[in-house]
């Protein structure tokens, strides 16, 4: 089996879908020892210098093509339809896109992902480019064969939403990293604190801890790893609020093993990584209560509104408190979710397909 799978988005400094990609990309290697997979990207300048230390060590096949102005190029040659992927890539049996394109193919099975619907259901979370992308990619994706979903939730939205044949959904949970345990350094912050990882942008609803943390009247830090968005930014100048950026993954794992308790107060995800990350890592985790996030919290995370300030001053307070029992059952939980099993489920939907 020829596997050409996109990677595009590793071009850009890595957040949730790149991390995604990266995973799943391992993951399938592991599993498909006897395919030949191929990881293309048609990108940047600043593509040809990230792309290629993001896979390094993959055992894959990197064909990168240099355009100036990538994205004008990738969304006009989705939208043309042609030339075919072969053109550059040879004969391939699987093609898999994952986020900004939807390249063009002569024959083979057609594959994609699709983390969640957010610009569909909430145009007034996204920016307008991101609009225009993902809602050509969601009709794209009825043409696919095989449609991956990062949870039960966003599955059953796709079926509903974009009448997608629900025997060609399949869901595959995002996998916990490697640098992601119990054991190691904690991160050390001068007291107590309360930890949060997002994009700072209006989904991810920061506001509602900067608010909370306020009521808490000064009984933890707040933390926030995470690099700029878009759109309104929450109010982070407070005492007590500690800006940290975007940490690399071992930063990352010694941030959460510090934490008190690890806060998840976005409005919808696709999955919601971090909790389960958290939970790998030994901590207590409060995440927001919409449903997108139940799978991810898997009953062992404590769940507060995410429009409620004062229940998530109450929910952090009481996750610090029962500590001893939550983090076990984190632990546990958080076990279920490898790359491994990202990649099998993938090259059993292929195999099935064709």
């Keep these: 089996m020829r596997i050409a799978f996109d990677v595009s ?18 993951g399938l290697a592991s599993a498909a020892t006897d395919a030949e997979i191929v990881a293309f990207a048609p990108t940047s300048p600043e593509g040809l210098r990230r792309i290629p230390k ?52 002569r024959s083979g099975i057609r594959s994609t992902m699709i983390h969640d ?24 994706a009825k043409n696919c064969a ?27 949970p995002p996998g916990v990293g490697s640098a992601f345990t119990p054991e190691g350094e904690r991160g050390d912050l001068g007291g107590d604190y309360v930890l949060t990882v997002a994009t700072l942008e209006p989904r991810k609803n920061l506001d509602v801890l900067v608010r909370a943390h306020a009521v808490l009247e000064g009984r933890f830090l707040l933390a926030v790893a995470g690099g700029r968005g878009w ?12 800006r940290l950026g975007r940490p690399s993954d071992e930063e990352l794992a010694r941030l959460y093993r510090g934490a008190a308790v690890v806060a998840y107060p976005s409005r919808f995800e696709g999955f919601g990584i971090p909790i389960v990350e958290a939970m790998a890592s ?10 997108s996030m139940d799978e991810a919290a898997g009953g062992v995370a404590l769940r507060a509104d995410p429009d409620d300030a004062g229940a998530w001053a109450v929910a952090l ?8 029992e939550l983090v076990p059952r984190g632990i546990e ?3 279920r979710f490898t790359w491994s099993r990202v990649g099998e489920t993938m090259l059993r939907a292929w195999e099935a397909a064709g």
């Design 317 to 324: 307070v009481e996750a610090a408190a029962r500590r001893d």
């Design 54 to 105: 993001a896979v390094d060590g993959l055992p894959v096949e990197l064909k990168l093509r240099f355009l100036p102005f990538a994205h004008f190029w990738r969304q006009a040659w989705s939208r043309a339809g042609r030339p075919p992927v072969e053109r550059f890539l040879g004969p391939v049996d699987v093609l898999h896109y994952t986020d900004w394109m939807y390249p063009p193919q």
């Design 146 to 172: 095989t449609v991956f979903v990062n949870s039960q939730y966003t599955g059953r939205d796709v079926v509903a939403t974009l009448g997608i044949d629900p025997e060609r959904v399949h869901v595959a």
């Design 9 to 26: 988005p590793l071009s850009h400094e890595r957040s949730g879908i790149g991390n995604y990609i990266l995973g799943s990309l391992a």
């Design 231 to 242: 759109g309104d930014q929450p109010a982070l100048d407070a005492p007590g609020i500690v």
């Design 333 to 335: 939980h958080a076990r």
């Design 117 to 140: 619907l957010v610009p569909l259901h909430h145009r007034e979370w996204v920016t307008s480019r991101t609009y225009s992308m993902h809602a050509a990619k969601y009709r794209d």
């Design 282 to 291: 030994g901590t207590p985790v409060v995440a927001s209560s919409h449903p």
